[in-house]
């Protein structure tokens, strides 16, 4: 079960890897198709999350920053 944690309202566009990066704001990067390399991240949002050990980090669907629990031993 993931919780929100911050709003953030990114709108996704085809192409593109949308990840949480280590300062907590919402990144983007080309994704590699068909032999192409992919880009450069970019950020699209500053957010500021400060990441909890034990948690995943992601962008939902609605474009908010969730997090999730890592099922580890």
């Known amino acids: 079960m993931a ?5 953030a ?13 280590k ?11 068909g032999g192409k390399k992919g880009g450069r991240p970019e950020k699209v949002a500053k957010v ?9 980090y992601f962008l939902d669907k609605q474009g908010d920053v969730s997090r999730a629990k890592m099922a580890r031993r």
Do not use: P, T
Request: charged share 40%.
């Open 9 to 21: 309202g990114v709108k996704r566009q085809d192409g593109f890897l949308y990840f949480i990066d």
């Open 3 to 7: 919780q929100k944690v911050e709003k």
């Open 23 to 33: 300062q907590g704001d919402v990144s983007r990067a080309k994704m590699a198709r």
């Open 48 to 56: 500021g999350v400060k990441k909890e050990k034990g948690f995943l």
